[in-house]
């Protein structure tokens, strides 16, 4: 574990992708509980891309029964959108739960300090769980 955790904290994020809001963070070690659902790992999490106050579209994904990740989106108000071209077997209509117009309200409230952030959620249950925020897509 010192040896892994050790590697993880040399690596540096941000250069790879031009994240340059990366470049300066300590690199440090966060442990949280995992959330499970029937006994195993939660499968399905939201990322909210809120702009300005506003919703402007939720990324949804989950894992498949091998681990696999499927995805898709759906505009602010949860209408799905279609696969782009070429998006191939990753992309998967998955089922928006009923306290979706919740978790979007609850995404908006925790942004609005910045003129845009991504944030993400899991629900459980009806339950709603704050994941991370990204300034990144």
């Keep these: 574990l010192r040896r892994r955790s050790a590697r993880w904290l040399r690596k540096r994020y941000g250069g790879k992708f031009g994240e340059w809001a990366y470049r300066g963070a300590a690199p440090r070690i966060f442990v949280e509980e995992m959330l499970m659902q029937d006994g195993r790992p939660i499968a399905k999490e939201y990322k909210f891309h809120v702009s300005n106050g506003r919703t402007a579209y939720v990324y949804a994904a989950r894992q498949d029964e091998h681990g696999n990740e499927q995805k898709c989106h759906f505009d602010r108000d949860g209408q799905y959108s ?27 409230t925790l942004t609005a300090p910045f003129d845009h952030m991504r944030c993400d959620l899991y629900e459980i249950d009806g339950e709603i769980y704050f994941s991370e925020f990204s300034v990144y897509p």
């Design 82 to 108: 279609p696969a782009p071209p070429g998006s191939g077997a990753q992309w998967a209509r998955i089922e928006l739960p009923p306290s979706f117009q919740r978790m979007r309200d609850f995404a908006v």
